[in-house]
């Protein structure tokens, strides 16, 4: 079975402060690792994925995550919090030949002027 | 290229009432999720296709949640009778479906449900 844990379900930063939203996973198989952001009213979109091939990930609006499979986390982060990344934050696990994603609980990022 | 569309984007209704909602995948995804979203939570499965057979209803809750997508392009999904505990956003999301689990989903905006 596989899982996802999101430490925090809020983090706040202050603008241009760095970003880290942490996310750890349980996986019995090699996972595939994804970071969504749910802005209001508006559906999941992707940020970044891991899919094996490089485990420094880059995703959009310069966020990149870094799988580490001994710490099992694949947390986010953002050198420079930008008032437009208030936002929540979803990690999300699936795996090899499934179909099945499963999210955590999110984390909601605010950013302070 | 046009979003996954949803609508309604809000409904109201009293329990025990029936709710249907719909959902246009991007084109040419073959793959179609439901998801329900409760407050402070992430999305759950309730239902994936692929075309328009239903191949993983496990989490869906049979006695009173049913969904179709007859012609492996929009879908529906609608509760009868409708209660309390539905309240929740319902996300549809679709996918290309040939790269199993690192496919990248594409959600659309949901529909707020409000039971009363």
């Known amino acids: 079975a596989q899982s996802v844990t999101q430490l925090g379900s809020h983090v706040s930063v202050s603008e241009g402060a760095l970003v880290l939203l942490r996310c750890n996973y349980s996986?019995?198989?090699?996972?595939?690792l994804f970071w969504y952001v749910q802005y209001p009213n508006q559906g999941l979109q992707l940020l970044l994925k891991?899919?094996?091939?490089?485990?420094l990930v880059k995703g959009i609006n310069g966020f990149e995550a870094e799988f580490k499979k001994s710490e099992t986390s694949f947390h986010l982060t953002k050198p420079s919090a930008h008032m437009s990344d208030a936002a929540e934050y979803f990690c999300?696990?699936?795996?090899?030949?499934?179909?099945?994603?499963?999210f955590g609980a999110g984390t909601r990022l605010f950013v302070k002027a | 290229e046009a979003g996954v569309v949803q609508s309604p984007r809000y409904k109201i209704i009293e329990k025990k009432q029936p709710v249907a909602f719909w959902c246009n995948p991007i084109s040419g995804h073959n793959t179609l999720y439901w998801y329900l979203q409760n407050l402070g939570q992430g999305p759950e499965l309730l239902i994936r296709y692929e075309n328009e057979e239903a191949v993983d209803d496990s989490q869906l809750p049979k006695d009173r949640f049913s969904a179709e997508r007859l012609k492996g392009v929009d879908s529906t999904l609608k509760i009868q009778p409708a209660e309390l505990g539905d309240s929740a956003v319902y996300l549809c999301?679709?996918?290309?479906?040939?790269?199993?689990?690192?496919?990248?989903?594409?959600f659309g905006p949901g529909t707020r449900l409000l039971v009363l």
């Open positions: 891991y899919t094996s091939a490089a485990t």
């Open positions: 999300a696990v699936s795996r090899t030949g499934g179909f099945k994603t499963i």
């Open positions: 996986s019995s198989v090699p996972p595939y």
């Open positions: 999301a679709s996918s290309l479906g040939n790269l199993a689990g690192e496919e990248t989903q594409y």
